[in-house]
């Protein structure tokens, strides 16, 4: 066999070779994306009609400490760790 044949051989199979460890990378990372995105977390509310929270929806993730309330109107609020700050309002329909 010539040495330009075990050169080429060589490359190519060092060329496979990263291109595996590639694939394997993006896997970890997908898989990564998948489990932040499970973060945040439904709260109960007990609250009755005419008590305050009534209607409220609020979700938490502590491990990145912050927290989201949606409002009975669909106004959306943020919190990470200073209070709540509206990040977006519904508008109302016409």
């Known amino acids: ?3 330009s044949h075990i050169g080429v051989t060589l490359t190519l199979a060092a060329a496979v070779v990263g291109t595996s460890s590639l694939a394997g990378d993006h896997r970890r990372e ?4 998948r489990q932040a995105a499970v973060g945040m977390q439904a709260i109960a509310v007990s609250a009755r009609p005419g008590e305050p929270g009534h209607g409220w929806q609020y979700f ?3 491990r990145k ?3 989201v309330v949606i409002s009975p109107s669909g106004d959306y609020y943020l919190s990470q760790g200073e209070g709540l700050q509206l990040v977006f309002r519904r508008s109302a329909a016409t």
């Not at 997908?30 to 994306?33: E, P, T």
């Open 60 to 62: 938490s993730d502590a």
């Open 65 to 67: 400490a912050r927290a």
């Open 30 to 33: 997908s898989k990564d994306r």
């Open 1 to 3: 066999m010539k040495l």
